[in-house]
């Protein structure tokens, strides 16, 4: 099976633009979630989405979005980008979750970097 | 909300010892515990994971306990190798469609030959 994709794998950005990044969850996941990775905060939980539907936020500011498309495949946008938004970005999936506890599989990130 | 840290946050060992790394975590309710690991350049890698009603969960050379009375949990790398340098974050969450995992800062291992 294959496993999580994201593109691109790097990226460079001016302050101000916005960037879409892309993400293939492994097949038959339905939850896609991203995570802000920096040296200093560490694994920054972004939001998660489960059937086109955004289940759960974290504390990022409103210019972080995302989406999710009807073959599970996922898309965050970030607008206006400010020089601290340079992070990896990494898109992890899983089945469902449903009730229980559930395993979450990384894809390898997209390296962001503003200038 | 949950809160998980991690200790210490860089670890030397020499090949073929032991390395122990040692998480808490503040939310009674969390029962699922990940451990990743990542190398450079990589995404993080699902190792071994626990969950609440088991005490101690073993994969070749990796373990994994967990106190739920003090809420902590510990991964162990026995005879390791220098392909098990790399950054280890250990995670917590409660159950429930709505959950998320909240992760430690990590802890690079260096795996000295």
């Known amino acids: 099976k294959a496993g999580v994709t994201q593109t691109p794998r790097y990226l460079i950005k001016t302050r101000g633009q916005q960037v879409t990044l892309s993400c293939s969850p492994i097949?038959?996941?339905?939850?896609v979630s991203w995570y802000q990775q920096t040296p200093g905060q560490g694994l920054q939980f972004l939001f998660e989405y489960f059937s086109e539907t955004q289940r759960n936020k974290g504390n990022f500011p409103g210019r972080f979005s995302g989406r999710q498309f009807s073959n599970s495949r996922s898309e965050m946008n970030v607008s206006t980008l400010e020089l601290g938004d340079s992070a990896l970005y990494l898109c992890a999936s899983r089945t469902s979750g449903g009730a229980a506890p559930y395993e979450q599989y990384f894809g390898p990130g997209t390296r962001l970097t503003v200038t | 909300g949950e809160n998980v840290e991690q200790h210490p946050s860089t670890l030397s060992v020499q090949e073929g010892d032991s390395a122990v790394i040692k998480c808490t975590y503040s939310d009674s309710a969390s029962n699922y515990f990940p451990w990743y690991k990542q190398e450079l350049g990589k995404g993080p890698q699902l190792i071994i994971d626990i969950r609440s009603n088991v005490g101690e969960k073993k994969d070749q050379r990796i373990a994994v306990t967990l106190n739920k009375t003090a809420k902590h949990f510990s991964l162990h790398i026995t005879e390791t190798q220098p392909e098990d340098s790399a950054v280890y974050f250990c995670?917590?969450?409660?159950?429930?469609?709505?959950?998320?995992?909240?992760f430690g800062k990590g802890i690079t291992l260096s795996v000295r030959p």
């Open positions: 995670a917590a969450s409660r159950s429930g469609a709505n959950s998320k995992l909240t």
């Open positions: 097949s038959g996941h339905r939850s």
